[in-house]
């Protein structure tokens, strides 16, 4: 299978890698997807790129949805992964027109974020004791700084010292296609930092975040962290990293931030993927509106 396709699949992933810039873990997702599908085309003696046609890619998509039961969301990633692959094609002259022009992609319910109350953070630093060694100073931090500027996961794990401007107050992180976006701090939270690293056990190499060995984390380890101490205030379903993110810009969304300024906080791409936030807004002063009006 991979052999007949290898040269087109490497191609793909050297140019996803290199020129566009992906991250690891997208690039594995990616290549994935598109494994999965060329074995599929082994049931059809695997055509040629230029002979694949959107009624093979259909009946993979219906294998998917049908047999292996997948859901919406995941079948969209897959054909968002077809996509770019033969939008590539096209840009080298392999095929004159991408297969996928008329597939669409199944619609997904929309789920609003969920996230903390404004009572649960403070519940969370003014109430909730953190040991006071390493891991429960640094635990302590790594909350407040998912919270104070609404950064990824990845984005903390590989947060380096040299990313803080400690005196503009600000850090710089590396987001999603290694898109550079500046977030501000309060005083105190830089302060934090730079107190955290004076004392780190890892002298030796930059990140602001390491284990008490002196290492850089893993993302299940701090996952872990996350959980545990949001399960002590909030009872939400899902009690992670990316919770406080949604909590980030749920709370500037409420107190009147701007859009344009929370998407460029987030780092997102485009418009659309902030405005989710909205309808949070939304619900908040519906809220309001039957709590306060008497005919409500």
């Given amino acids: 299978m991979q052999s007949y396709y290898s040269h087109n699949l490497k191609e793909f992933l050297n140019y996803i890698k290199f020129e566009k810039r992906y991250s690891q873990h997208t690039i594995i997702s990616y290549q994935n997807d598109l494994e999965q599908f060329f074995t599929f085309l082994t049931e059809y003696d695997s055509p040629p790129v230029q002979k694949i046609t959107a009624t093979f890619i259909r009946s993979w998509l219906a294998q998917l949805k049908g047999e292996e039961k997948l859901t919406a969301k ?17 840009k080298n ?26 009572s649960d953070v403070e519940t969370l630093f003014q109430h909730v004791e953190f040991p006071d060694d390493w891991d429960g100073r640094s635990t302590r931090l790594i909350l407040l700084l998912f919270y104070n500027t609404g950064i990824r996961l990845s984005e903390l794990i590989n947060l380096k010292q040299s990313q ?20 501000p701090v309060s005083a105190d939270l830089i302060k934090e930092l730079t107190d955290l690293i004076a004392n780190s056990p890892g002298k030796e190499i930059p990140n602001v975040f390491v284990t008490e060995k002196g290492k850089p984390l893993n993302p299940r380890n701090v996952y872990s962290r996350v ?26 969304m409420n107190n009147g931030a701007d859009l344009n300024a929370v998407k460029e906080l987030l780092g997102h791409s485009s418009l659309a993927a902030t405005q989710v936030y909205t309808h949070n807004t939304i619900e908040k002063l519906k809220d309001v509106f039957k709590k306060a009006h008497p005919k409500a």
């Fill in 74 to 90: 995941s079948i969209n990633r897959k054909i968002s992964t077809l996509k770019s692959f033969f939008k590539y094609q096209l």
């Fill in 164 to 183: 803080l401007d400690v005196y503009n107050r600000q850090i710089k992180v590396l987001g999603k296609g290694n898109k550079e976006r500046i977030i």
């Fill in 227 to 252: 959980k545990t101490y949001l399960s002590a205030v909030t009872t939400l379903e899902k009690k992670s990293p990316h919770i406080l993110r949604h909590t980030f810009a749920t709370h500037l």
């Fill in 93 to 118: 002259g392999v095929i004159k027109v991408s297969p996928m022009t008329t597939i669409t992609s199944p619609k997904i319910g929309k789920r609003l974020p969920q996230f903390l109350k404004e």
